[in-house]
């Protein structure tokens, strides 16, 4: 079942290259808040916001390895984890890693270079960048898309990673986790009106897996968010691929009401390679012509590509090849494009454009379906 996998290319045609980036640091403050409208056993509830900014000097500090961003996702649950209880954690993380992408070992994985620096947050820089919400999947945490982060935020975007814990007992599993999940991003649009370098009216929400859900579910209740980009999300459900989930899909549907026509943003989805839609739970394709919607299949890709994952294990083992790492470059072009038009109101990128090129170039690899 793709959502359970884990506790959880080089682009081929000029225009949907990034621009060169500019001359910033990956600064990475954690801010680790308390809903009081909501408990955790006898506990507020707990909010772990990873806060990507650029940085324009960082100093006395030596970049975060991929197994220091491991152990930081321990900390989702309890902020007063020992270091050695981290790394238990991040231990079985990168042992699943190893396993599931057929790596020699894990300590590669831990030793990886993300050129991310931990820094305090600059208290009197004046600088405002739009910023972007991820949710990520069942489980996950900033862990799972560190690479793309980094080259959103070279691209002027503050990152704000949400890693969710559910209802107590804090393991995501089911329907009524999701809410909790829904909640934690309209817990964390409101922290950001209080971080410096983030510029609150220019908001777009961003996810993989189940985070897809959330922040459907999030831009209906809200209309604080500009744009939704969903990498291989729940909200687009197929039947018959896994009994268990299409149960947790039935109960998402009853829990709270679902309104399509409330989703009024542009509005991305991007799939791997599964058969064609069968049912969803959002209705996406029913909503306002006036409101682009972009679908689009990667049809030889799966859940994983979606993720910084693969290609840190083909970064770390040179003997897979790249081809997902070059896929995920595709994808990381195709983000920064549509966060340029949608959340820095770049209309001259026409990311539709972007899209219609990948196929036209490279039909046997891309499609619209979904």
Known sequence: MKHYLLPVAVLFFFSCKPVPPKTYYTGLYTIKAYD????????????????????????????????????????????SLPKDSCHLESQQIADAITQEFKLDSAGRIFRFNTEVYAAPLPAKDTRKYPVIIYAAGMNGSSWENILLFHQLVQQGYVVAAISSVGLYPGYMSAAVDLEEQVKDILFTRQ?????????????????????????????????????????????IHRYGEDAEWDKVFNEMTRITQVVPEKLKVPYCYLSSAHPPKVD????????????????????????????????????????????????QQVIRGLTVKFFDEYLKDKTSVNFGHQLDSLLLLQPNDYSKEY
């Open 36 to 79: 009081s409208t909501r408990h955790f056993d006898q506990k507020f509830r707990p909010v772990k916001i990873d806060l990507f900014y650029p940085a324009t000097q960082i100093s006395g500090v030596a970049p975060l390895s991929y197994g220091d961003i491991l152990d930081m996702g321990a900390l989702r649950l309890d902020y």
């Open 280 to 327: 969803s739970i959002y209705d996406i394709q029913q909503r306002s012509a006036a409101t682009p919607k972009y679908f689009m299949k990667f049809k030889h890709a799966r859940h994983e590509d979606f993720s910084s994952m693969i290609a840190i294990a083909e970064q770390v083992q040179p003997t897979l090849g790249d081809e997902h790492k070059k896929r």
């Open 191 to 235: 922290q950001l009106s209080q971080a410096p370098l983030a510029d609150t009216s220019h908001i777009g929400l961003l996810s993989w897996s189940m985070g897809g859900s959330a922040i459907t579910k999030a831009a209906m209740q809200s209309g604080d968010f500009k744009c939704l980009l969903s990498f291989d999300g729940t909200e």
